[in-house]
Nanobody, 118 residues
């Protein structure tokens, strides 16, 4: 079974930075997966933050564009999200997700890592 484990969350002051990681296991052809970061704040719907496809093309939500960078290390089967200039509104639980390149929806989800910006 595919498992995704996030890490790197924490509490930071506004203007600070964090790098989230998402380690995948149970994946045979990691490079063929599209990966994404999502977040959900209390009382709000889950939103997509950043995505990277199997060709390493990236997309970002407007709310984080210019402040965040998504990347993945296929050899380590690890996804990253570098977040800079953090704002209080970035406070949320952050989840990583994975889907095989032909899938229309994300198939696998991690348990999340909390980011709190004050």
């Amino acid at each position: 079974d595919v498992q995704l484990v996030e890490s790197g969350g924490g509490s930071v002051q506004a203007g600070g930075s964090l790098r989230l990681s998402c380690a995948a296991s149970g994946v045979t052809y990691y490079s063929q997966y599209s990966m994404g970061w999502f977040r959900q704040a209390p009382g709000k719907e889950r939103e997509g933050v950043a995505h990277i496809d199997s060709d390493d093309r990236t997309t970002y939500a407007d709310s984080v564009k210019g402040r965040s960078s998504i990347s993945k290390d296929n050899a380590k089967k690890t996804l990253y999200l570098q977040m800079n200039s953090l704002k209080p509104e970035d406070t949320a639980m952050y989840y990583c997700a994975a889907k095989r390149f032909w899938s229309r929806v994300y198939e696998y989800w991690g348990q999340g890592t909390q980011v709190t910006v004050s």
